[in-house]
């Protein structure tokens, strides 16, 4: 059964899509704990980070720099933090979140940003690409 993530990148939910190539698919989360807070996920759905292969691995790191590096140039920012928890969606993904704080980067912290700036923040995103 395919996770949500694996729908999301087959286009068969909508998502916020700030990038994409053949292997890779970048997304607004929809709960984000700051503004620009991306995920970065491979298409091929594996559910734990290191059930990658080394090539998939290092493939998915790559693109997530540069998203990280496009969304710092978006989304003003002091730094963008990482995590890989994988805990909620059983599909491997990297969190992306502008910082201004490390208190930014707290799970129970969730915003809800209208549908409009959210298509400005991904459409940000993805013109630094």
């Not at 993530?5 to 890779?24: H, M, W």
């Not at 990482?82 to 059983?90: C, H, I, Q, T, W």
Request: include cysteine; glycine fraction near 4%; aromatic fraction near 8%.
């Amino acid at each position: 059964m395919a996770t949500i993530f694996s729908k999301i990148a087959a286009g068969e939910i909508p998502s916020y899509k700030v990038a994409e190539d053949d292997r890779y698919f970048a997304f607004l989360d929809i709960n984000p704990m700051a503004k620009g807070h991306t995920l970065v996920i491979p298409k091929h759905e594996v559910n734990y980070m290191f059930d990658l292969d080394e090539e998939e691995y290092a493939g998915l790191w790559a693109f997530a720099r540069k998203v990280a590096m496009a969304l710092e140039q978006a989304v003003p920012c002091k730094r963008i933090g990482v995590a890989v928890l994988g805990m909620e969606v059983p599909h491997c993904h990297i969190h992306l979140v502008p910082l201004q704080t490390e208190k930014d980067m707290r799970f129970g912290n969730k915003l809800s940003l209208p549908a409009e700036e959210m298509q400005a923040i991904a459409a940000a995103i993805a013109a630094k690409m």
